[in-house]
């Protein structure tokens, strides 16, 4: 079953009409914080670990920034 629910998000998201939104200065400050010493960061998605991989790659292709972290729920 989750191999089928992956298969219809990465449809979703090479989708055409799709549009993938990622406000303004979120890259900016997960720079600023990977850039940090003092600092882990980490995303907790819900979500099974190849679909978060593939909605932050389609929101990183979109947006000029390869900035990302995935994790399995």
Known sequence: M??????????????SSHRTLVYPGVHAVLDALEARDDCVLGLLTGNVEEGARLKLRSAAARSGSA??????A
């Open 67 to 72: 900035t990302g972290f995935a994790a399995s």
């Open 2 to 15: 989750l191999a089928r629910y992956v298969g219809h998000l990465r449809g979703e998201l090479a989708g």
